[in-house]
Every structure is written in C-alpha cells, then in structure tokens.
C-alpha cells in the first residue's frame, strides 16, 4: 500500500504513466530509485522536469515539497537525512537557485549527509534559447559553481545518458563517506521527445558499496593497543543509528575501563548519562574532558570530527604521549578547496575505514560481549525558576509536559543544558548543521520532523533568533504540507556570540568591551518572531517573557505537535548580560588583559 499525499489538494488529475519526453526519463529514475520526497522552489529551467513530477509521477514517490527558497530545501534534505540516514532529492532553478542553495549545500557536504539535487540550465544549443531569460539561465559549466563541496555532479548531453548520470550521482553520494551530488537537466533535453522503447536499466545491480571495513594487520593494531591499554578513552563522532552500534560504542567501553566524549556536532552516538561519559556533550572540550585526554595511553577516535582540534585543546603545543587511532574515511573527500579538513592530527594507527566496522572489528577482535547498558550518572535535579526566563526553565517546562515521549533534539542552542536532559538514544540529539551556516536550523527542524512524522517521537528544534530569522520561511512548509514539529525560539534579541569576540577583541586592544552590543543586537525594535509565523501559516506563542506564559505556551505547542501539526514558541531569554555594561564591568573585563 502506497503512502498518500501528504497534501489531498496536491493529488493532480489525469495522470500520463507513459515515457514520453526527457524529462520523464529522469523522473522515473527517481521512482525506480525509491526516492520519497523532493524539495524544491519551482523555476522555469526544469519546467519540463516538473511537469514529469506531476503530470506523469502523479506527485508521488517522489512527492513535491514546495519551499520558499532554495536554501529551505537543501536544508530539509539534510534534516531528513540527518534523522536516520535515508536521503531524499532536491531540485535547484538553473544557476540563480543553485546559487541561493550554496550555503546549505556546503553545510551538508560538510555534515556528510547524502542527497540528489537536480539541477537545470537553459538549452545548451544557442540555437534553441529564448531571449534574454534562457541566456541569463544557461552555464557553460554550472557544477563548477559547487564541484569543491559535492561528491559528484554530472550534466548527460542525452535523454540515453540520464539514467547512467542520475544513477552515479545516486550511488557516490550513498557510498560512505556521503555527501550531496548533483544533476543537470538541459531544458531543451527535458522537453525532447524519448524513445517510445525507451529501456531503463536496473537500478538494483547500481547499488552504493558497502562500507569498508579496516585492513586486518591495522586492525590487529589497534586492538593490541586497546589489550594494553590502562586508561583508554574513547572519542565518539560520526555513526549509524543502529541499536547495534549504540550497545557495542557502550559495550566497548566498559569492556576496556575506558572513558568517552562526546561533542555536539554529531548526532546522539552513546548515552551522555553513562558513568564513563566525561562531562556533557561539547562546543568546547571542558575541563574533565582536557583531563581525561591528557591521562589517557590510548586515544581512539571513532569518525570524530576535528580530530586534530580537540588533541591541540587538550594539550595545547606539548607532546602527546598516548597512541592515537584515528578511524574514519574523510580524507578521501578532502581536497584542498576548502579546510573542513582541520587541523592534521598526529595519529599511530590511522584507519581509514567506516567507524561502526572500525568499532565491530574491535569488538570481535576484544572478544567483548554486547549487551544494553543500564548504567547511569543520577540525573541534577533542576534549580529553582528565576526572576527572567533562560533556557534551563524551557527544558525544565518541556520535560514536565512531554512526560515518557520521547523527543528528538533537530537542533539545539549553544546554551542548552544538556547536563539536565542528557541524550538516550540515536535520534535523541540529530547533530548541528556541519558547516555552521546560520539560517539552517528551521529546515532541518522541518526535513527532520518529516522523516520522524511517522515514528512516536516529538520532534523539537531549539534555535536562536538569529538561526530563526533567516530561515524562518522553511517553517511554510511545514504548514503547508502538516509536518508536526515545535519550534522553540531561545531569543537574546542579539547575535550574542559575535557579541562576545567582540568584547574579547576590545580587551585584547585595551579597548572599551561596552560597546559590544553595537552593530550585533536585533532589538529596537526585536522583531515579533510569532507573528511572523503566524504569518506564515505556523501557530504560535510570543513573546514569552514569563514563567506562566511558558508552561502555557509549552502545553499547547504539545499538544498542536500531538495531533500533527507545527508550533513555535518565541521566548524571550535573558541573554546573560545588561543591555548596557556597567562602567566597573567594562573596567574589570579590562583590567584582566593587562
């Protein structure tokens, strides 16, 4: 039984299921492929494409997902993805919507999340181009705009080489390690008649490849490491969602009498509650995590990103006496453009293999036992509510009325108190958006709660008002197609992070850190973030600036997500600081740089 539309208005009427043009070649290749949904803005360079989607897919597998923009519908290509490592497809308007998709396809290149974006460029033959328009919309060479931060791209010069092209493009970006590909379509292509005998091949003998599994001798390596080692730790990143893999990271650990940590760039990956979990999942290594490193003979990073990063937090220019190894396949799309590459770590048994077969090779090599885990740190309780509201009331509020269901974390502020609702499962923390393009939090929130809508968890987003703004349009989406996600505004009426460089660059000059606030806060006026998504078609609450109103809101953005449909709450947080510094806080911060 196939799944309905999630929109009935959206169900078009006298279907064609006959190949009768370019454009449908491409798009049964979507179908054959299994691909669910695709966002997209609508352009006329893929107008060809777009009548296959609907007029001869029926708007089903894949089915549309109309946005507001393009940046919108990478970015829930990537939520989607990021909530269990299934992809879904995306179609970009020529170079001009490929440009407005750049940002997000950096962040999801960077992120390692697989997706298809199908682009389009104006006729290639001149001779076929309308007037200006399909001049202003044709490249010579339009993957060059993103060939730096995709795994492939492709632009077939026939209706016969479609399938081969969508096929490749399929297959490099679902072979570890992932990352987005992309697809040209010619219009003029697109509108051409096909071979009435058109033969499509099959899609299941073009398959990604398994992950690789380590080279035995390395592997022996690094076992023989772990056999000897007194205080191992074990850095955790990037890993499937599997039970599997959960209960093994744990497993291995214990076996070992090793330590483990975790950052927030990555999805949940091991319970944070663990006693051998250092501290919280991080921003920045804290100081039991710098501790740990420092003690630790053996280091074992399981695909953590940066590893070379975190190595230089903890021990800053000294040596590093423990043996490192490094498992992960990163380098292989590393390729100088750009420097996600990081720091290059000093490592004693590099890997270069996919993390969880690292980790089930050295789990059978350690003979260890898997099995759950039910150990765990006691969980703080609370503090008492304050006189202005932060977000340590909103998880306080949130845990209260979600009671057993489980949440899944599409994103979180840097201030979220992680120590109070530690991380549980794999889909209980999605991961951060890779690349660190502000603006992307609401369509991953949406692509996220999308894959999730199904599943009996609440979906959630913590975002900053910044992140919140310049993505708010995603959230139309969510409206117009019923996805149940609640959005929750930590809003300091400031990009309060740029605000704190810059006081550490005025301490630095000796200069006045009161001004930090100048050309950084959005206040006067703070624009009215529900509103807006009511605007949008979103219910919503705000400005929230006190603790009733918050349980209120909270109730009631529940119980809208219960029953399907999306909810933000804009709420109004102390954002740690005065509008305005006190001269004898601007003379202490400046007396502590000289």
Known sequence: MTKPVLNPIDQPKNVDTEVRFGSDVAAQMLRRLKIPYIALNPGASYRGFHDSLVNHLGNHEPEMLMCLHEEHAV????????????????????NVGLMHGTMAIFNAWCD????????ATGPVDAALRRPWIDWLHTSQDQGALIRNYVKYDDQPGSIEAMPEAILRAWQQSNTSPCGPSYVVLDAALQEADADPDFV??????????????????????AVNALKDAKKPVFLMGKGDFTATSWNARVSLVEATGGLMLTDLKTHAIVPSDHPAHVGEPFNKLSKSGRQALRDADVIVSLGWVDL????????????????????????????????????????????????????????RGLDVQVAPSTAKKPRPAYPDQGNTLNLV??????????????????????????????????????GKDGGGGVGSGPGLCVGAALKLKESDRLTVGIIGDGDCLMGINAFWTAARYGVPVLIIVGNNRSYYNDELHQEGVAIHRKRDPSNRWIGQTIDHPAPDIATIASGLGV???????????????????????????????????????????????AERSLAKSD
Not at 85 to 92: D, H, I, K, Y
Not at 336 to 352: A, K, M, S, Y
Not at 396 to 414: N, Q
Not at 557 to 582: K, M, S
Request: aromatic residues 6%; charged residues 20%; glycine residues 8%.
């Open 75 to 94: 970015a829930i290509a990537q939520g989607y993805a990021k909530a269990g490592g299934e992809p879904m497809a995306v179609a970009l308007h020529s």
């Open 112 to 119: 390692r999340q697989p997706m298809l974006i199908m682009g």
């Open 200 to 221: 499509f091949p099959d899609q299941d003998r073009f398959k990604p490849a398994p992950a690789p599994a380590p080279a035995p001798d390395v592997l022996a390596t």
């Open 308 to 363: 070379g990063g975190v190595l230089r937090q903890a021990y800053g220019a000294n040596p590093i006496d423990a043996t490192i190894i490094h498992a992960s396949q990163d380098l292989h799309l590393h390729n100088g453009w750009g420097r996600e590459t990081f720091q290059l770590p000093p490592v004693d048994v590099h890997i270069v293999a996919d993390p969880d077969e690292t980790l089930h090779g050295l789990i």
């Open 393 to 430: 009331d909103v998880a306080r509020e949130l845990a209260a009325v979600v009671g057993d269901t489980p949440v899944s974390f599409a994103a979180l502020a840097r201030s979220w108190p992680t120590k109070y609702w530690p991380f549980t499962d794999p889909l209980s923390y999605l």
């Open 539 to 585: 219910e919503s609450r705000g400005p929230i600036r006190d603790q009733a109103s918050l349980t209120a809101a909270i109730v009631a953005g529940v119980a809208a997500v219960r029953e399907g449909r999306p909810f933000l709450i804009d709420v109004h947080i102390d954002p740690g600081h005065g509008r305005e510094l006190t001269e004898s806080m």
